[in-house]
Protein backbone atom coordinates (compact mmCIF):
# COMPACT_ATOMS: atom_id res chain seq x y z
CA UNK A 1 0.00 0.00 0.00
CA UNK A 2 2.98 2.08 0.62
CA UNK A 3 4.55 1.97 -2.69
CA UNK A 4 0.87 2.45 -4.77
CA UNK A 5 -1.02 5.97 -4.15
CA UNK A 6 -3.95 4.65 -5.87
CA UNK A 7 -4.41 2.14 -2.79
CA UNK A 8 -4.21 4.58 -0.33
CA UNK A 9 -7.48 6.50 -1.65
CA UNK A 10 -9.36 3.20 -0.92
CA UNK A 11 -12.00 2.86 1.36
CA UNK A 12 -10.49 0.98 4.83
CA UNK A 13 -13.27 -1.73 4.01
CA UNK A 14 -12.38 -2.52 0.72
CA UNK A 15 -9.11 -2.90 2.41
CA UNK A 16 -9.67 -5.05 5.41
CA UNK A 17 -11.84 -7.47 2.91
CA UNK A 18 -8.93 -7.96 0.33
CA UNK A 19 -6.70 -8.62 2.71
CA UNK A 20 -9.23 -11.07 4.50
CA UNK A 21 -9.56 -12.56 1.23
CA UNK A 22 -6.05 -13.29 0.92
CA UNK A 23 -5.99 -14.81 4.42
CA UNK A 24 -9.17 -16.63 3.49
CA UNK A 25 -7.40 -18.81 0.73
CA UNK A 26 -3.68 -18.48 2.05
CA UNK A 27 -2.38 -16.09 -0.33
CA UNK A 28 0.38 -13.63 -0.07
CA UNK A 29 -0.61 -10.16 -2.19
CA UNK A 30 2.97 -9.43 -2.22
CA UNK A 31 4.06 -8.71 -5.86
CA UNK A 32 7.31 -10.56 -5.86
CA UNK A 33 5.38 -13.86 -5.58
CA UNK A 34 2.25 -13.53 -7.99
CA UNK A 35 -0.29 -15.38 -5.80
CA UNK A 36 -3.07 -12.02 -5.74
CA UNK A 37 -3.08 -8.42 -6.64
CA UNK A 38 -4.34 -5.30 -5.03
CA UNK A 39 -6.34 -3.43 -7.77
CA UNK A 40 -7.64 -0.01 -6.85
CA UNK A 41 -11.07 0.36 -9.05
CA UNK A 42 -12.29 4.12 -7.95
CA UNK A 43 -12.68 4.11 -4.07
CA UNK A 44 -12.84 0.17 -3.91
CA UNK A 45 -9.60 -2.40 -3.90
CA UNK A 46 -9.96 -5.44 -5.89
CA UNK A 47 -8.54 -8.72 -5.46
CA UNK A 48 -7.27 -10.41 -8.49
CA UNK A 49 -5.91 -13.86 -7.84
CA UNK A 50 -2.86 -14.18 -9.95
CA UNK A 51 -1.77 -17.09 -11.95
CA UNK A 52 1.25 -18.39 -9.37
CA UNK A 53 -2.11 -17.70 -6.83
CA UNK A 54 -4.17 -20.09 -9.28
CA UNK A 55 -1.53 -22.81 -9.14
CA UNK A 56 -1.12 -22.41 -5.21
CA UNK A 57 -5.36 -23.05 -4.59
CA UNK A 58 -4.72 -25.69 -7.29
CA UNK A 59 -2.03 -27.64 -5.69
CA UNK A 60 -3.47 -27.15 -2.01
CA UNK A 61 -6.61 -29.54 -3.25
CA UNK A 62 -5.50 -33.17 -1.75
CA UNK A 63 -6.81 -33.77 -5.34
CA UNK A 64 -4.21 -32.01 -7.85
CA UNK A 65 -0.61 -33.53 -8.71
CA UNK A 66 0.42 -31.31 -11.47
CA UNK A 67 -1.15 -28.72 -13.22
CA UNK A 68 0.34 -26.60 -16.63
CA UNK A 69 -0.92 -24.30 -18.85
CA UNK A 70 0.65 -23.41 -22.24
CA UNK A 71 -0.13 -21.24 -25.73
CA UNK A 72 -1.12 -21.99 -28.89
CA UNK A 73 0.38 -19.99 -31.62
CA UNK A 74 -1.11 -19.72 -35.42
CA UNK A 75 1.94 -22.16 -36.67
CA UNK A 76 1.45 -24.96 -33.80
CA UNK A 77 0.56 -27.91 -34.31
CA UNK A 78 -2.40 -28.34 -31.84
CA UNK A 79 -5.25 -30.75 -31.26
CA UNK A 80 -7.62 -32.01 -28.34
CA UNK A 81 -9.84 -34.28 -27.93
CA UNK A 82 -12.34 -34.30 -24.40
CA UNK A 83 -14.45 -36.81 -23.15
CA UNK A 84 -13.74 -39.88 -21.13
CA UNK A 85 -10.14 -39.94 -21.91
CA UNK A 86 -9.08 -36.44 -22.82
CA UNK A 87 -5.81 -35.33 -24.14
CA UNK A 88 -3.91 -32.35 -25.84
CA UNK A 89 -1.41 -32.93 -28.95
CA UNK A 90 0.77 -29.57 -28.92
CA UNK A 91 3.44 -29.37 -31.08
CA UNK A 92 5.40 -25.77 -30.94
CA UNK A 93 6.78 -24.18 -34.44
CA UNK A 94 10.88 -23.97 -34.38
CA UNK A 95 10.30 -20.69 -36.66
CA UNK A 96 6.56 -19.86 -35.99
CA UNK A 97 5.82 -16.03 -35.15
CA UNK A 98 5.10 -15.70 -31.51
CA UNK A 99 3.83 -12.01 -31.87
CA UNK A 100 0.49 -11.91 -29.97
CA UNK A 101 -1.42 -11.32 -32.58
CA UNK A 102 -1.00 -15.08 -33.83
CA UNK A 103 -1.66 -16.20 -30.40
CA UNK A 104 -4.56 -18.62 -31.33
CA UNK A 105 -5.52 -19.68 -27.89
CA UNK A 106 -4.32 -21.13 -24.66
CA UNK A 107 -4.86 -24.15 -22.60
CA UNK A 108 -4.46 -25.40 -19.13
CA UNK A 109 -4.35 -29.26 -17.83
CA UNK A 110 -5.22 -30.51 -14.32
CA UNK A 111 -3.16 -33.78 -13.19
CA UNK A 112 -4.91 -35.80 -11.01
CA UNK A 113 -3.60 -37.94 -8.18
CA UNK A 114 -6.40 -40.80 -9.69
CA UNK A 115 -4.22 -40.17 -12.74
CA UNK A 116 -7.15 -38.16 -14.87
CA UNK A 117 -7.07 -35.42 -16.50
CA UNK A 118 -9.04 -31.99 -16.81
CA UNK A 119 -8.20 -30.02 -20.38
CA UNK A 120 -9.63 -26.72 -20.70
CA UNK A 121 -8.93 -24.80 -23.72
CA UNK A 122 -9.70 -21.62 -24.57
CA UNK A 123 -9.43 -19.93 -27.98
CA UNK A 124 -8.58 -16.25 -28.40
CA UNK A 125 -12.52 -15.01 -28.78
CA UNK A 126 -12.98 -16.41 -25.09
CA UNK A 127 -9.84 -14.83 -23.99
CA UNK A 128 -11.18 -11.99 -25.42
CA UNK A 129 -14.06 -11.73 -23.65
CA UNK A 130 -12.08 -12.37 -20.44
CA UNK A 131 -10.52 -9.46 -20.95
CA UNK A 132 -13.74 -6.89 -21.99
CA UNK A 133 -14.86 -8.42 -18.52
CA UNK A 134 -12.09 -6.81 -16.53
CA UNK A 135 -12.57 -3.46 -15.28
CA UNK A 136 -9.72 -2.54 -16.16
CA UNK A 137 -8.40 -3.67 -19.21
CA UNK A 138 -8.13 -0.57 -20.89
CA UNK A 139 -6.06 1.01 -18.38
CA UNK A 140 -2.70 1.72 -19.21
CA UNK A 141 -0.91 0.07 -16.74
CA UNK A 142 -3.61 -3.18 -17.00
CA UNK A 143 -2.25 -6.52 -17.09
CA UNK A 144 -4.32 -7.10 -19.90
CA UNK A 145 -1.77 -4.62 -22.13
CA UNK A 146 1.22 -5.53 -20.23
CA UNK A 147 1.43 -8.70 -19.79
CA UNK A 148 -1.30 -10.52 -22.53
CA UNK A 149 0.08 -14.17 -22.28
CA UNK A 150 0.39 -14.31 -19.03
CA UNK A 151 -3.14 -13.28 -18.51
CA UNK A 152 -4.56 -15.47 -21.18
CA UNK A 153 -2.33 -18.48 -19.71
CA UNK A 154 -4.54 -18.01 -16.47
CA UNK A 155 -7.83 -17.64 -18.40
CA UNK A 156 -8.24 -21.93 -18.70
CA UNK A 157 -6.78 -22.39 -15.36
CA UNK A 158 -9.62 -19.72 -13.37
CA UNK A 159 -12.24 -21.86 -15.58
CA UNK A 160 -10.82 -25.24 -14.57
CA UNK A 161 -10.85 -24.24 -10.75
CA UNK A 162 -14.56 -23.90 -11.08
CA UNK A 163 -14.92 -27.56 -11.94
CA UNK A 164 -12.54 -28.86 -9.19
CA UNK A 165 -14.38 -27.49 -6.24
CA UNK A 166 -11.42 -25.13 -5.15
CA UNK A 167 -12.86 -23.45 -1.67
CA UNK A 168 -13.15 -20.22 -2.66
CA UNK A 169 -16.54 -18.06 -2.67
CA UNK A 170 -18.77 -17.74 -6.17
CA UNK A 171 -17.83 -13.94 -6.75
CA UNK A 172 -13.96 -15.04 -6.63
CA UNK A 173 -15.11 -17.06 -10.18
CA UNK A 174 -16.52 -13.61 -11.64
CA UNK A 175 -14.66 -12.51 -14.85
CA UNK A 176 -14.48 -8.55 -13.35
CA UNK A 177 -12.56 -9.42 -10.35
CA UNK A 178 -10.30 -11.69 -10.96
CA UNK A 179 -8.85 -11.07 -14.79
Keep these: INTNDKLKCCS ?63 DDQFSYELGMNPDVKHVPAKKGDRSLDKLVATYGIVKLKNSEAQIRVCFRDEIEESKAASRGSHKPDSPWRN ?27 GEASNV
Excluded at 22 to 44: F, I
Excluded at 58 to 73: D, Q, R, W
Excluded at 156 to 166: A, C, D, Q, S, V
Design 147 to 173: HYEAMALVVPIRKMGKNLGLPLKIEDF
Design 12 to 74: KLSMINAFYKCCEYGLDPASSLGHAWLVPYKSNIDLQIGYRGWLKLLFNSPLVVNVYSYAVYE
